[in-house]
């Protein structure tokens, strides 16, 4: 079991904006969640969740608890919104819908967000987790600009 705020600091990751590292460094439940961001050397930033006792929604499948998907998947959706759109400030999320596809059993998980569109007054991001190749669940966040 990982104590609470063991987990490596954003300052630690590379290739992160000053409010993306800010973000990460100064929220306490992504500390819980221990969320891990790393560029890969094509360049795109990888958001990954590795299972603790913590997470656990079903002990007896010993499965991620719903709740902890989604929150990982509007972090992923925050700091991706803070990279592709040069926000000078943390992004307001206004909505989110979140599907569960199929359990996700204790493993690793990443995030692939994608933004959907970028209007003048909203930003659309679409967010798949998946469990190795399998694919477990999928949020939409909308934020205000």
Same mark, same amino acid.
């Given at each position: 079991?990982?104590?609470?705020?063991?987990?490596?600091?954003?300052?630690?990751?590379?290739?992160?904006?000053?409010?993306?590292?800010?973000?990460?460094?100064?929220?306490?439940?992504?500390?819980?969640?221990?969320?891990?961001?790393?560029?890969?050397?094509?360049?795109?930033?990888?958001?990954?969740?590795?299972?603790?006792?913590?997470?656990?929604?079903?002990? /007896?499948?010993?499965? #991620?608890? !719903?709740? $902890?998907? *989604?929150?990982?998947?509007? @972090?992923? +959706?925050?700091?991706?919104?803070?990279?592709?759109?040069?926000?000078?400030?943390?992004?307001?999320?206004?909505?989110?819908?979140?599907?569960? /596809?199929?359990?996700? #059993?204790? !493993?690793? $998980?990443? *995030?692939?967000?994608?933004? @959907?569109? +970028?209007?003048?007054?909203?930003?659309?991001?679409?967010?798949?987790?998946?469990?190795?190749?399998?694919?477990?669940?999928?949020?939409?966040?909308?934020?205000?600009?």
């Amino acid at each position: 079991m990982t104590a609470y705020g063991a987990e490596p600091r954003a300052t630690e990751c590379t290739g992160l904006s000053e409010l993306q590292k800010q973000v990460l460094d100064d929220t306490p439940y992504v500390h819980f969640l221990g969320l891990g961001v790393s560029r890969e050397d094509d360049g795109t930033v990888c958001y990954q969740l590795c299972f603790r006792e913590e997470h656990i929604g079903n002990p /007896l499948l010993r499965t #991620f608890h !719903g709740g $902890i998907l *989604a929150s990982f998947g509007e @972090v992923a +959706a925050s700091l991706h919104v803070v990279e592709e759109t040069g926000m000078q400030q943390q992004p307001l999320c206004t909505s989110l819908t979140f599907d569960y /596809l199929r359990p996700a #059993f204790a !493993g690793t $998980i990443r *995030a692939v967000p994608q933004i @959907v569109r +970028a209007g003048r007054r909203f930003i659309v991001v679409s967010v798949d987790i998946f469990l190795d190749t399998t694919h477990v669940s999928m949020g939409r966040f909308i934020y205000a600009r």
